[in-house]
């Protein structure tokens, strides 16, 4: 009993006894010394799970989770597509392109001859024209119309001449070498047009064409039914069959004697 007495207090007394300390003593202030860092071991491989029994096939793939459409309680739920459920009609939604404007229709030229009488040019429909004759020999008849200048032959066939000059109310001039007798026919039969000279057939589109201007149009306003524009150069138009028409003279004045 005594002995077990004297060796409990040996092992208080070397408890309680002062811990010496060994080596130099730190100063003060001094810092301390960097903890040595501490040296994990490393992490082991990922073990991969093993494949069916009988070796060489994938590993089994693991149970699907579970949807929220099939959790309780989610307050999405309905806001989910379930298995086998239609969808709603998907509205095609194109590209919007604006309506293009309505391609206006090429315009269809008309021909028109070309001529001039002093230092204007002017143009008839030339449908209406027949032929183009070099100024001929005209034969006066009485009893006509002052702006008609008498008659020519032409294949046998007798053809009135009519003086354009005096027909739109301008001063007479005698024929001329570069005078042209423009033989038309509106039906009535063919009639000559004494002109000073012809220019050259040009197309017109009815774009181009401008109605008659108030207050022009010499002694037959109808003679004229319009303006044409060519680029820089303007025709005067002329209606034929009011042109060749013979206007009417009050007490027959004016008729060739």
């Known amino acids: ?15 309680r006894a002062p811990r010496r300390r060994t080596g130099a003593a730190r100063p003060a202030g001094a810092a301390l010394a960097p903890a040595a860092e501490a040296v994990w071991p490393a992490a082991p491989p990922p073990v991969e799970p093993a494949g069916p029994p009988g070796g060489g096939g994938p590993a089994a793939a693991s149970p699907p989770l579970p949807s929220r459409q099939d959790q309780p309680g989610d307050p999405l ?9 239609p969808g709603s009609a998907v509205l095609e939604v194109g590209v919007y392109a604006p309506p293009r404007p309505e391609a206006a229709a090429p315009e269809e030229p ?23 004759l070099k100024a001929p020999v005209v034969t006066e008849v009485p009893r006509t119309p002052p702006h008609v200048l008498g008659v020519i032959l032409i294949r046998g066939e007798v053809v009135p001449v009519v003086d354009a000059r005096r027909r739109l109310g301008l001063p007479g001039q005698p024929a001329a070498r570069a005078s042209r007798a423009i033989v038309c026919d509106v039906g009535d039969g063919p009639v000559g047009l004494l002109v000073d000279g012809v220019s050259q057939v040009v197309r017109l589109p009815p774009s181009a064409i401008e109605p008659r201007p108030q207050g022009v149009g010499g002694v037959d306003p109808e003679t004229l039914s319009g303006l044409g524009r060519d680029g820089s150069r303007l025709f005067i138009l002329l209606d034929v069959p009011a042109l060749l028409r013979v206007p009417a003279v009050a007490g027959g004045a004016g008729e060739r004697a």
């Open 110 to 132: 008309r021909e028109y001859l070309a001529f001039h009488i002093g230092e204007e040019e002017y143009a008839v429909d030339i449908r209406w024209v027949a032929e183009v």
């Open 1 to 15: 009993m005594g002995d077990r007495r004297g060796a409990r207090r040996k092992a208080t007394s070397r408890r």
């Open 77 to 85: 739920r309905d806001f989910f597509f379930r298995e086998g459920e």
